[in-house]
């Protein structure tokens, strides 16, 4: 016989298996339910998203853009009119020979250079970059008063019109050709650029004849 805790011939009884409870999935029941709630919420969220609002309002405008405005009434400061007048300049002119001096009247900046290197060029010259073509017309009128004014080479008329090649049907500006003291002296007012140009020779030369050969190269 046995007692609690204790086995007969010293060993214990061998273990017998036990098979594991079969788990069995959701009821039928259950998923049809689960499926209908689902259904009935979806439902729900359509309706609520396709019925039509009672607030009949067009939507509101988007703001404009502030910041494109003020980017587009924004403009570029105008060039130094010394470096307009540098740009419009003949050639033959190197750096430093021509520099600022006090504006004629009714200009905007005037420069006054020295000898230009090209063949024929004037000793002395002053260019004038001027408001308007009232203010060239009154440049013209001013140097004529106060010159010896003689036909230009080739009896050619001053004051007279002149014109570029390119374009002879159009009148560029004046031309005027006389004496300065001793000195032979062309001048000039170019409509476009809005510039006066007095340019000067000497007795031994340029002549005048020089440097109205210079001029029709240059114009």
């Known amino acids: 016989m046995s007692t609690p805790g204790s086995w007969e011939n010293g060993a214990p009884p061998p273990v017998i298996p036990r098979p594991a409870p079969t788990r069995r999935g959701p009821h039928l029941g259950v998923i049809v339910g689960v499926v209908a709630a689902v259904a009935a919420v979806g439902a729900g969220a359509a309706f609520l998203v396709l019925r039509p609002s009672g607030d009949s309002a067009a939507p509101a405008a988007p703001a404009p853009n502030q910041g494109s405005t003020a980017a587009s009434t924004t403009s570029a400061p105008p060039s130094d009119p010394n470096s307009r007048l540098l740009r419009a300049l003949p050639a033959g002119y190197p750096t430093g020979t021509c520099t600022p001096v006090a504006r004629l009247e009714g200009a905007l900046a005037t420069m006054a250079c020295t000898a230009n290197s090209d063949p024929g060029g004037p000793v002395s010259a002053t260019y004038s970059l001027l408001v308007d073509s009232a203010a060239l017309d009154k440049a013209i009128k001013e140097l004529t008063n106060t010159s010896t004014v003689v036909d230009c080479p080739g009896r050619i008329q001053s004051p007279g019109p002149w014109r570029h090649n390119a374009s ?52």
């Open 168 to 219: 002879p049907q159009e009148v560029s500006g004046t031309l005027v050709c006389g004496i300065q003291g001793d000195n032979p002296m062309l001048a000039w007012s170019d409509i476009d650029k809005q510039l006066f140009s007095v340019v000067q020779g000497r007795p031994g030369g340029p002549t005048l004849d020089h440097i109205y050969a210079w001029w029709t190269s240059h114009s």
